[in-house]
């Protein structure tokens, strides 16, 4: 699917094509608003924020085009920060990590510095592996979900 395309080289069409799917796998997709593990507010796929409001209740398709208009508004903050061109399936990984630990965590981290920086992919989507906790535990759920995203990162 064609489209504009960032500093990475990634067209957003085409990521979204990779990454919903993807998101959706390890997030699900919740029609009605839920108590994450650390009991905040979520619907959908994940989704937080000042517009999820207890007692939501939505459809399948709602939710899906929720998540389409989202990962849009979320690349689009979260891609400024990669500064080289990288794959259609480092970007998927990435987008997933970065809908589950915020543009700010995400662009501040360690990983994209080393991408930034040219190091191989061998490196810098190991850095995915690190990113297992939340509330200060190491999650089962987030360990699946960081072997996933890196098995997409370095595959070719």
Known sequence: MPGP?????????ALILVAVPLIVHYEGNVPHTYADVNGVATVCAGETGADVKWGMNLT???????????LAIEWGKFEPCIKRPITL??????????WNVGVTAACNSSLIRKLNEG????VWCGDLLRWTYSG?????????????????????
């Open 60 to 70: 399948m398709e709602q939710c899906l085009a929720r998540l389409d208009k989202r």
């Open 119 to 122: 190091q191989s992919p061998a």
């Open 89 to 98: 399936n480092q970007a998927a990984a990435l987008a997933s990590w970065e």
């Open 136 to 156: 200060g535990r190491q999650l089962k759920g987030l360990v699946t979900r960081r072997q996933g995203e890196y098995a997409l990162c370095v595959e070719p």
């Open 5 to 13: 395309k960032g500093r990475s080289g990634i067209a957003i069409g």
